[in-house]
């Protein structure tokens, strides 16, 4: 029962993990399309100041790029803390793969202890059965 409940654990642990895993990379896709679109922007206004840009356009573009980057600021703390949740759930699925695999060697002992019990008693039964096997084989032979 306990490996069962260790087993159902261990498989807890490794959906969270991989649900962590998951938003963990979803996290850093959305860094990096954001980065990208960062690089866009920066080459679309570098063209426009090649052919001209005037005063509240440029001024936009600063705003937009102030929004931008605090976008990507908060997306980096996503990732940041989305890693910590990976790492997290990796010790807690390490954690509850140390326990399963202990109550697996809890439970082979456990067997092996009553297997030699099993042989042990059987052992006894032979030599119970030997010892009167020869007795009556003593005891219809009389001694001349």
């Known amino acids: 029962m306990l490996k069962e409940m260790a087993a159902k654990e261990v498989d807890l642990a490794t959906e969270a993990m991989a649900h962590a ?3 963990a990379e979803e996290a850093q896709s959305k860094q990096q399309m954001l980065g ?4 866009d922007y920066i080459k679309n206004l570098n063209n426009l100041m090649e052919t ?3 005063a509240e356009a440029y001024r936009n573009f600063q705003n937009f790029f102030t929004k ?3 976008a990507v600021i908060g997306q980096q703390e996503v990732v940041e803390f989305t890693k910590l949740q990976v790492q997290a759930q990796r010790e807690l699925w390490q954690e509850s ?3 399963k695999l202990s109550y697996e060697v809890l439970s082979r002992r456990s067997d092996k202890q009553a297997l030699k019990i099993e042989q042990k008693k059987d052992q006894k039964m032979m030599d119970e059965f030997a010892m009167r096997s020869s007795s009556a084989r003593h005891s219809n032979h009389p001694i001349k």
Do not use: T
Not at 36 to 39: E, G, L
């Open 52 to 54: 001209g840009i005037g």
């Open 68 to 70: 931008l980057d605090q």
């Open 36 to 39: 990208d679109y960062r690089q």
């Open 97 to 99: 793969q140390r326990k």
């Open 21 to 23: 895993m998951k938003m």
